[in-house]
């Protein structure tokens, strides 16, 4: 079974910056991509980036391109991400989300293991 934890999130003030981690454990954790996630009150839940495991190709949405960087350190698998340049509309709780194959790497569906999430609040 695998378990992916979160950890890292935290108050800042903008302009700030955060760095999430994400330690996955499980004998049959292979994924082929991992992505973060975040959710704020009443919103549906939004693609941030995703990496492919092996290669560490990266994507971002629009709206941290620039500011968030993602990546892994395949040793210890750990999937971080970088938040630079915080702002409080990227108040949010974030997930990180283990996808096993080539797919749709921005909608959720694509993802079978999740982590319980951590809450980032980013004051004015």
């Known amino acids: 079974q695998v378990q992916l934890v979160e950890s890292g999130g935290g108050l800042v003030q903008a302009g700030e910056s955060l760095r999430l981690s994400c330690a996955a454990s499980g004998r049959t954790f292979r994924p082929y991509r991992m992505g973060w996630f975040r959710q704020s009150p009443g919103k549906e839940r939004e693609f941030v980036a995703s990496?492919?495991?092996?290669?560490?190709?990266?994507y971002y949405a629009d709206s941290v391109k620039g500011r968030f960087t993602i990546s892994r350190d395949n040793a210890e698998n750990t999937l971080y991400l970088q938040m630079d340049s915080l702002q409080p509309e990227d108040t949010a709780i974030y997930y990180c989300?283990?996808?096993?194959?080539?797919?749709?790497?921005?909608?959720?569906?694509?993802?079978?293991?999740w982590g319980q999430g951590t809450q980032v609040t980013v004051s004015s």
């Open positions: 989300a283990a996808a096993p194959t080539l797919g749709s790497f921005t909608l959720p569906g694509m993802y079978d293991h």
């Open positions: 990496i492919t495991w092996s290669g560490g190709s990266t």
